[in-house]
């Protein structure tokens, strides 16, 4: 399968902004997701970014793609408490499978 | 919410017993696919199914069943239950396929059966 991977914590202040990294490994890689997982839920998606796309921007939330160095990032401005969650990056190769991270903790300190 | 739901939301299983777990997909959508996570670890794809047939599938033994009914709904079935089966399993749905419209497909998910094996 295909390698995706993730830092496994990050810790900000209430107001800073977040930067969740991810890197993945397959160069045929057609759509790229970021997921938000709170305690004992689902995932639910937060946004995503085609392959030939550079950034993506969506109210605080903006998505960085560098598809030469295959990395993606999330950024999360003005960081609230309830933004503390799992966050899972995941990639859909061309034959339409999902590969998921192993996930970022994020924690926000009040 | 996503209008993914399954069923049940826990479960309690001994080792050797099958289980049977629910998915009904969102309005409109015909693929379903099934992932395990496991505690602390991203989720990890099982099998999807596109139209009542399986579309894919990852690294999980024979025991590891599924289907999908003319309403779109699924099942997943794992017999012979082991401890390493303890997980929360996710379906998730979405519209694309075998031939997708790719600035549609994106996968949404249920809350996820909690299954324990003891």
């Known amino acids: 399968g295909e390698d995706v991977e993730q830092s496994l914590f990050l810790s900000v202040r209430e107001g800073d902004s977040s930067v969740i990294n991810c890197t993945y490994t397959d160069s045929s890689s057609t759509y790229l997701y970021w997921y938000k997982q709170e305690p004992g839920a689902g995932l639910q998606l937060l946004t995503y970014?085609?392959?030939?796309?550079d950034m993506k921007q969506d109210q605080r939330l903006t998505v960085l793609l560098n598809k030469k160095d295959k990395h993606l990032s999330l950024r999360i401005a003005d960081t609230q408490t309830g933004d503390s969650a799992i966050y899972f990056c995941?990639?859909?190769?061309?034959?339409?499978?999902?590969?998921f991270g192993t996930g970022t903790s994020l924690t926000v300190i009040p | 919410e996503t209008g993914v739901t399954q069923s049940p939301t826990h479960l309690i299983k001994t080792r050797g017993q099958q289980v049977t777990l629910r998915c009904s997909s969102q309005s409109g959508h015909n693929t379903v696919s099934w992932y395990q996570q496991a505690l602390g670890q991203g989720p990890q794809f099982i099998f999807q199914?596109?139209?009542?047939?399986?579309?894919g599938r990852g690294n999980f033994p024979p025991r590891f069943s599924g289907l999908q009914f003319p309403n779109y709904s699924s099942e997943l079935n794992v017999n012979a239950l082991e401890l390493d089966d303890s997980a929360l399993y996710l379906c998730?749905?979405?519209?694309?396929?075998?031939?997708?419209?790719?600035?549609?497909?994106?996968?949404?998910f249920g809350p996820g059966t909690r299954l324990t094996v003891l």
């Open positions: 998730a749905s979405s519209l694309g396929g075998s031939y997708i419209t790719l600035s549609t497909d994106t996968q949404y």
């Open positions: 199914y596109y139209r009542e047939e399986e579309n």
């Open positions: 970014i085609f392959s030939n796309m």
């Open positions: 995941a990639e859909k190769d061309i034959g339409n499978q999902f590969y």
